[in-house]
């Protein structure tokens, strides 16, 4: 039978109209204003700028240890001139520093009491016992229970073992006394007749700590490994077990995993999965687990939510300019919960469902549409959530009888962060519950068709259509978005174009001088750093002849080059672009296999390649077009740019195409044709730029591809009187030297040199007291050790406040004794080789410095087989380090990292501040007063306020420092290809005779 729901509408708002006449002059005790609990949420809906501080407050309240450290934060979070929020809580938090104290102890114990009071609401209990306690309550109402425990964080096996530990501990408590428990509204031993009393939830990703979505195998295994043990015990128990979706990126292996446990425990069908309703793909996803259930002739259950994470889910796509995977208007997630239901429902020969959901008119289109199907009632129930929409549950107890409460249980400290999405459910404008309790929305609008409520609002509010660009104009420059490895077709291109890449290794690179291809005798071997052995080609090396050329062929392209219109200048640019857009895959596997980049390394040095060409064409127009300079009638002045001459790029090995690529092509597009030499050791990507030009027409002689010796050909390239502009990154000592010879005039030189030079980095991060160690561990952790650590923006020293400092050291160490070590190309490894043995001989001696000057805290290193073959050098974390230390100060581009202790916020500033460095910085802090001292005091190019100190994006974090840091502008920012260009101005007398021509902008009278 079919159950169209349009046809079932009437049905639907008259079963749904008697639902509320059921539980007509009740509120679920959240909204209840005579209570705090009530009186904030009231507030919170009032008050947007309210809001945001007290759910900001409510998450770091459990790191809030000292009567001080509270009282800070509920000043700093309150307690402003500005804050447009409550005067009684104004008040009092105004007051916390008076009274000697004595008031503020009050104050802080009754606004501390007061939210774990508001959390307590949602959580069933923190103890096992708490929790056994609280679920045979519940049953004693009446209601059946799903169990989940809280903290979906773990960032080390460690973690992942106490929390699958935590799982056994409650059922070990549930086990003792579940027999005793009379089955709900049956004889027997399962409640409903059909249904276990025991039901637990579980949140796949907190099982293991290393599930990535690239790594999708590992993952899978990783997780039902741990997992295992938990579901044999609730199988034990004859229970249920229901595996809990979470943020996209773990969507597929929880599919994969429930697919595989169900095929493996075929005999035994109390098993699980959720779907997502505010997924796009949510259809998708359930009609496949259908048919898969029915090829396999396995029955399933699915339990359909609306979904919790909108806003990451959002944010992350918007951020990441990634299609938005969420449905952006409420009706649209309702509609597709009520289709999904449908299908489901129609199933129920192979699938159970439990429709998860407090939205009145989505229950009463569940129980219509099973009604209409004859579904029976041991095939469908109802769930709801623990301290929420008592009315909903109580009214769905009486007329459905089937109703499990959703139980969170555990830990305060991840319980706020529950608590947080909670409250945000409960307050957003969209939420069912505030509109029907708090808002007291009308009944009809509550009960209608949300394709109606869809229809009503777009033409309300229609969608913004995007205004025609101007023929020839730009759209707006985004950034590349970064690879999406959710998607299968991005995670298998990797391995083929790998495996592609290394059918043609070993081939020989010339050199490329004035569009012509130049073999020297003198070769290179670039090598695998994974596996020496694997030669990925012989690169030609130039000496003195070929710069002389080289940069000859360059002085001769500029007397053209310079002229070409500024725009057609940037067309290069975009034709160049859209040739890395093409060849992708190809371009990453090539660093993966020359210089050991993991796979979304490599592919974010393509992405940033891309950016800076897309950035700096469109600056080149924006900047090309010769702009009046005053506006006095009789003349009129204009200023231009034009290239400065020959620019010799000398490139770094850690970003071989993507700082490549932005020195050059700033370089190019101002008008200034390059001679470039790449770093030895990444030739053969360096040679990818050759590719590029040729395919996007470049002239011959605008780029001329020179790779050699630097202690051959590296300073007559510096000191070459014709060339005008010297653009390098890398070392402090090389980029010194290199301003030192370009500051020495030369036989023939007819201008001053202009040097652009970044040169690196003494890094640190600060982690406040109250920083969220959740994210400041595994930013830590990315920021020192991605790319093995060779970034001149990575962490290098970390600076911990003392309060905090023996949880985040133990955290730390046991992350990174958690992560695998091992070749870049198997994307299980988090850390791989660094580039060369060079390399890994320098980084040996700073290993063997730190050890001297600090104490080990872990050194993690790679397996036996891939030490004999590759240049692995150790993880290293060191404490006991101070600044005075070689290791605080001297950069080592590599995987080592220095742990400082420091007694308050000052004192780590004062740390982090302490050496001759200024490139990159990041703080870890929930304190709003911290935060704005370290973006004043924390004297850095870029600093980061709770992100990792590396991945800056072109335009969004334009990249450079200061101090030995480098001298010049940011790269991929505003300001950045004026070092490349001189301005001119040409000022024309216009008046003749007496007599001047008044233009429209002319300062003229009245």
């Excluded at 307690?79 to 809580?89: M, R």
């Excluded at 005793?180 to 007749?193: H, M, N, R, V, Y």
């Excluded at 039901?199 to 195998?217: G, I, R």
Aim: with cysteine; charged share 25%; proline share 5%.
């Amino acid at each position: 039978m079919n159950a169209e729901i349009s046809t079932l509408d009437s049905k639907v708002i008259a079963r749904g109209k008697q639902f509320f006449d059921s539980i007509s002059g009740e509120a679920p005790s959240v909204f209840n204003k005579g209570w705090w609990t009530g009186k904030v949420m009231d507030w919170s809906m009032k008050n947007e700028d309210f809001k945001v501080q007290m759910f900001r407050f409510v998450d770091v309240l459990p790191y809030l240890n000292t009567s001080e450290s509270l009282s800070r934060h509920i000043e700093e979070y309150f307690a402003g001139e500005d804050s447009n929020i409550p005067d009684v809580l104004k008040w009092g938090a105004s007051k916390t520093g008076f009274g000697g104290g004595l008031v503020a102890k009050v104050l802080n114990k009754t606004i501390r009491s007061n939210i774990e009071g508001m959390a307590r609401q949602f959580i069933i209990g923190q103890q096992s016992k708490e929790a056994v306690k609280g679920i045979r309550k519940l049953r004693k109402d009446g209601f059946a229970f799903v169990l989940d425990l809280l903290g979906e964080a773990t960032v080390s096996h460690e973690e992942a073992d106490a929390y699958r530990e935590g799982y056994l501990e409650v059922l070990d408590a549930i086990e003792k006394e579940y027999k005793k428990w009379d089955a709900l509204d049956a004889s027997g031993d399962l409640d409903w007749g059909h249904a276990p009393k025991i039901n637990v939830a579980v949140k796949p990703s907190a099982f293991y700590s290393q599930s990535k979505p690239v790594d999708l195998e590992g993952t899978v295994q990783g997780m039902m490994d741990s997992i295992e043990p938990v579901y044999k015990k609730i199988m034990d128990m004859g229970g249920f077990m229901c595996i809990d979706m979470e943020a996209l990126k773990y969507k597929e292996p929880t599919v994969e995993m429930f697919k595989r446990f169900r095929k493996k425990y075929p005999d035994y069908p109390h098993l699980g999965i959720v779907f997502q309703a505010y997924l796009r793909s949510v259809d998708d996803d359930v009609s496949g687990l259908i048919s898969w259930a029915r090829e396999e002739n396995l029955p399933i259950s699915i339990r359909l939510v609306k979904g919790a994470y909108w806003d990451s889910e959002t944010v992350i796509a918007k951020q990441n300019d990634w299609p938005v995977p969420v449905w952006t208007r409420k009706p649209e997630s309702d509609m597709a919960f009520e289709r999904v239901s449908k299908k489901i429902l129609e199933n129920h020969d192979i699938c159970h469902f439990a429709c998860a959901s407090h939205n009145i008119r989505t229950i009463s289109s569940v129980m219509e549409a099973a009604s209409e199907l004859n579904v029976p009632e041991d095939r469908y129930e109802f769930q709801v959530l623990y301290g929420m929409a008592e009315p909903v549950r109580k009214g769905l107890r009486n007329v459905a009888k089937r109703v499990r409460l959703y139980c969170p249980y555990g830990d305060l400290i991840p319980g706020m962060a529950y608590l947080v999405r909670r409250l945000l459910e409960n307050t957003a404008n969209e939420s069912f519950l505030k509109q029907t309790f708090a808002d007291e929305a009308d009944i009809s609008r509550l009960l209608e068709n949300p394709e109606i409520t869809l229809k009503r609002e777009l033409d309300a509010n229609p969608p913004k259509e995007r205004p025609e660009l101007p023929e020839g104009k730009l759209p707006k420059f985004i950034n590349y978005p970064p690879a999406d490895f959710t998607i299968k077709e991005q995670r298998e291109s990797f391995p083929a174009s790998i495996a592609k890449i290394r059918q043609g290794l070993g081939k020989r690179y010339p050199l490329y001088i004035g569009g012509q291809e130049i073999v020297t005798e003198d070769t290179l071997d670039s090598y695998n750093p994974a596996d020496t052995s694997e030669i990925i080609g012989s690169v030609c090396q130039a000496g003195v002849a070929e710069v002389d050329k080289a940069v000859a062929t360059a002085k001769e392209a500029y007397l053209q080059w310079r002229d070409v219109e500024p725009k057609e200048r940037a067309q290069y640019l975009l034709k160049a672009s859209q040739y890395l857009k093409d060849n992708i895959y190809d371009l990453c596997a090539l660093q993966v296999l020359e210089v050991g980049k993991q796979w979304d390394q490599a592919q974010a040095d393509i992405g940033e390649a891309i950016d800076f060409m897309e950035y700096y064409a469109r600056e080149m127009i924006r900047l090309g077009d010769p702009r009046r300079m005053g506006n006095a009638p009789g003349e009129y002045a204009q200023y231009f740019y034009q290239g400065k001459g020959v620019a010799a790029v000398i490139a770094p090995w850690n970003f071989p195409l993507a700082i490549s690529v932005g020195m050059v092509s700033a370089a190019i597009v101002c008008g200034c044709p390059v001679v470039y030499k790449p770093a030895g050791i990444s030739s053969a990507v360096g040679y990818g730029i050759v590719e590029m030009f040729k395919a996007a027409g470049l002239p011959d002689g605008v780029f001329n591809y020179c790779p050699g010796r630097g202690s051959v050909m590296g300073d007559h390239l510096v000191d070459h009187p014709d060339v005008a502009v010297i653009a390098f990154t890398g070392s402090m000592e090389v980029g010194l030297r290199i301003q030192e010879r370009a500051a020495k005039v030369h036989p023939g030189q007819e201008q001053c040199k202009k040097v652009i030079a970044e040169m690196g980095g003494k890094n640190g991060i600060i982690i406040d007291d109250d920083a969220d160690l959740d994210e400041a561990v595994l930013g830590v952790l990315y920021a020192a050790f991605g790319f093995q650590g060779q970034k001149c923006s990575a962490c290098s020293r970390v600076i911990v406040l003392d309060s905090i400092y023996d949880r985040f050291i133990h955290r730390l160490k046991e992350a990174a004794a958690s992560i695998k070590l091992g070749p870049a190309e198997d994307p299980t490894n988090y850390m791989g080789p660094v580039v060369d043995k060079a390399a890994q001989k320098n980084v040996l001696e700073y290993c063997k410095i730190a050890e001297e000057e600090g104490s080990v805290v872990i050194k993690h290193e790679a397996p036996a087989e891939y030490l004999e073959k590759g240049c692995y050098a150790p993880l290293l974390v060191v404490e006991g380090i101070t600044k005075d230390h070689r290791i605080a100060q001297e950069e080592v581009f590599g995987p080592v990292l220095s742990v400082m202790r420091a007694k308050d916020f000052d004192e780590a500033l004062d740390i982090a501040n302490s050496t001759r460095f200024a490139l990159t910085g990041a703080v870890y802090s929930r304190s709003p007063k911290h935060l704005e001292k370290a973006t004043r005091d924390f004297r850095v190019g870029n600093l980061y306020l709770n992100k990792p100190s590396v991945g800056a994006l072109v335009e969004r974090h334009s990249f450079g420092g200061f101090k030995m840091s480098g001298v010049g502008s940011k790269s991929g920012g505003p300001d950045y290809l004026l070092q490349f260009m001189d301005p001119r101005l040409v000022c024309e007398n216009t008046m003749r005779r007496g007599f001047a021509p008044i233009s429209d902008d002319d300062d003229w009278v009245a």
